[in-house]
């Protein structure tokens, strides 16, 4: 379970990464790695939260 929890949020970070790259250009050249690494960490962040946890299904919505 944790490692397939591990690999579904290393999928969504990778999916994230064109994005955060281009709104990095926003802002200096010595900040950007500091800010990529705490945008990736915010991210894994919420992706822990219980909201994110239990997610209802498909026939959840019928119940």
Known sequence: ???KYNEETLMIIENFIPK???CLHQ???Q???DLEQEIKLKI???LATKEFQD???FW???T
């Open 60 to 62: 959840d919505f019928f």
């Open 27 to 29: 802002t200096s050249f």
């Open 55 to 57: 997610t209802p299904s």
């Open 20 to 22: 955060i790259k281009q």
């Open 1 to 3: 379970m944790e490692n």
């Open 44 to 46: 894994i962040e919420k």
């Open 31 to 33: 900040e950007r790695e």
